[in-house]
């Protein structure tokens, strides 16, 4: 896909497929692989595609099909940058890729079943287009129909789609897939109250996001599902290293001790969250246990002043870049803002819109600290998470040896207990120097008419294996 935008993800994963797909626990599963290897060396993965796949144009999947794909990918795709290690794309089979790496990728696997900006599979006629020329066709459960701007999409069901018989049922976004439904349309309602209104009168029979207000009025209404996704998303405070106050790492640490996480949460969330240090989900496999938890939601007033006065705070300024696009983000800065001016700093909070927000961000000069709610990245794993803080680019405006070495590791490991490791020590490292705070997790309310049966809620919708009583 040549857009990691989230509207057009929940659609495109209903009609295109990847080599790879992540399971319900987010790890990467085959999808339309059969099977695959991957050399001593870490250089060379050779897939074997699951045969008798038909695209949407009747046409089966074959392995040129991949090939000018993930070529496609490499030039256009919202997220090439996975694509830079690749040496080599050959069709070495029928059914059968050979990709080889220039360097050692642990990860690759994983960054082929991203659903950020999905490296779907297309027909090599399509893949040989110009962005934005492409037919819409995919391997999916549903295909394209129709898309009217500022209205919908439509899809429908794909009679001749091949599910994966390797599997007996979902899985995140692989699995088996059974489409149930004729007729899927998609509608773009802004507003939330016209949401809810439309889920009421049975107009709409889900909601992705449901206001937190209509959830518990609605809860007890016997004609609609409440769902709760939890955890859906991080909330952060990064804190910039390089500007006076927060320069000093004893400041940050009594930022980080003072801070009343509960409070925020429970204000900035409207009551749905999760108090969770880590900079992992529990039950992903990089969580990293207890390290920094002695440090999570303390709200220790004297203990964060002190560490101010070893700090040689004079009164200085702390600015709170925050932004009036996102309520969760304006706030967490708000409630934040208070609960440190109780320790005594002198706190001014910066509200903008979100384009100025993220330029801002950009300078080293002009904030100390910003509220940021990360999505999409903690779920797919510590290389989305870990990428705010290394390089040159770093959010933090400093860049750390320590965090760099392990990143490293966590690159080019083909050990994943060496690479959990390194995630390991990464979070230490966080948590010694304060390079952002976690505040919590983010949970949003989804919502279905009664009549819907089988829906899980998952990081992106999925209306396969779903159906109407």
């Not at 394209?144 to 994966?164: A, C, G, I, M, T």
């Not at 320590?402 to 690479?419: C, G, I």
């Amino acid at each position: 896909m040549t857009t990691s935008a989230q509207a057009s993800r929940n659609i495109n994963l209903h009609i295109y497929e990847t080599l790879f797909a992540r399971s319900e626990n987010a790890t990467p599963i085959p999808d339309l692989v059969e099977s695959f290897t991957l050399s001593d060396d870490g250089l060379t993965y050779v897939f074997s595609l699951r045969q008798g796949v038909l695209f949407h144009n009747g046409k089966e999947m074959q392995a040129e099909d991949v090939k000018a794909s993930l070529e496609r990918y490499a030039k256009v795709g919202a997220s090439a940058k996975i694509m830079e290690p690749v040496a080599g794309i050959e069709a070495t089979g029928p059914h059968e890729v050979t990709v080889t790496m220039s360097d050692v990728v642990p990860d690759f696997i994983g960054q082929l079943s991203s659903p950020r900006a999905p490296a779907v599979v297309i027909p090599a006629e399509e893949a040989a287009k110009e962005a934005g020329k492409i037919e819409i066709i995919g391997t999916g459960p549903y295909e394209f129909v129709e898309y009217v701007p500022d209205s919908h999409v439509k899809l429908k069901r794909f009679e001749n789609y091949s599910p994966n018989m390797n599997y007996t049922e979902r899985d995140g976004f692989g699995g088996r897939k059974t489409a149930y439904f004729d007729t899927i349309t998609i509608r773009f309602m802004p507003e939330g109250g016209a949401r809810t209104a439309a889920l009421q009168t049975g107009e709409v029979q889900f909601l992705e996001q449901l206001p937190a207000a209509a959830a518990q009025r609605l809860q007890d209404n016997p004609d609609i599902k409440i769902h709760e996704m939890t955890p859906w998303a991080f909330q952060t405070i990064f804190l910039n290293a390089s500007q006076a106050p927060t320069d000093n790492v004893k400041v940050r640490e009594a930022i980080q001790i003072a801070l009343n996480m509960e409070e925020i949460m429970a204000i900035s969330t409207d009551g749905l969250y999760r108090l969770t240090h880590g900079w992992q989900h529990p039950g992903t496999v990089y969580f990293a246990g207890d390290i920094g938890q002695e440090l999570y939601n303390l709200n220790d007033i004297d203990r964060a002043k002190q560490l101010l006065a070893e700090a040689g705070y004079q009164g200085e300024e702390l600015v709170i870049l925050t932004d009036n696009s996102f309520k969760n983000h304006n706030d967490t800065a708000v409630v934040a803002g208070e609960q440190l001016k109780a320790i005594g700093m002198n706190v001014s909070i910066k509200v903008v819109d979100w384009p100025t927000a993220l330029a801002t961000r950009a300078k080293p000069e002009g904030w100390n600290a910003w509220t940021l709610m990360m999505g999409i990245e903690p779920y797919e794993g510590p290389y989305g998470v870990v990428g705010f803080f290394v390089g040159d680019n770093n959010f933090q405006f400093e860049k750390d040896e320590v965090l760099e070495n392990e990143y490293q590791v966590l690159n080019t490991s083909l050990d994943l207990e060496a690479r959990k490791q390194a995630f390991a020590n990464i979070q230490k490292r966080l948590y010694e120097k304060f390079y952002a705070i976690k505040v919590g997790d983010v949970g949003i309310y989804q919502a279905t008419r009664s009549n819907v049966v089988n829906y899980k809620p998952y990081r992106i919708p999925r209306m396969w294996d779903v159906w109407f009583e």
